[in-house]
């Protein structure tokens, strides 16, 4: 079985590296899109709400032990409480807290780049919080409530 194959709880420690635990910088999660794209009115509102959605469905997977187990049970067939908890804990501290892009992941991305402009490129060309930024300043007093279930 492959070390990709086997559930977080399986894994030894050393196979289990932490992210965290180095203090290094890395884009974990990474969503796309053309600017001129965003230009069209209609489109800009379908980015917003599925950066909205994707938000809160990143909020509850960190804080939401039971739902996050429960769409691990279904989608990645698990069965063993025991890994379920080990992975959900392993995933909850490794996921960032917000979508928001950190400026040090592309400085990073860009030093393993084997491209002559990757060296003297700035990491801001790279990415915008602009929309993520919006949505988190507008709905910083929203409670996402517990008792929401997906999947």
């Not at 960190?62 to 996050?68: E, H, I, R, Y």
């Amino acid at each position: 079985m492959s070390r990709s194959s086997k559930p977080a709880a399986s894994l030894s420690r050393w196979q289990r590296y932490s992210v965290k635990e180095s203090n290094a910088q890395f884009l974990v999660i990474a969503v796309g899109t053309r600017e001129s794209w965003l230009k069209t009115p209609r489109n800009r509102e379908l980015a917003v709400n599925f950066l909205r959605a994707f938000s809160e469905g990143l909020t509850l997977a960190k804080k939401d032990a039971g739902l996050t187990k429960k769409v691990m049970r279904k989608y990645a067939r698990l069965n063993d409480e025991a890994v379920l908890q080990a992975s959900f804990e392993f995933y909850r501290d490794q996921f960032p807290q917000t979508l928001r892009v950190d400026e040090r992941s592309y400085a990073n991305l860009l030093r393993y780049l084997d491209h002559p402009k990757a060296a003297t490129a700035d990491p801001k060309e790279f990415f915008d919080n602009g929309l993520i930024n919006d949505i988190l300043a507008k709905h910083t007093t929203r409670r996402v409530y517990p008792g929401r279930r997906l999947g």
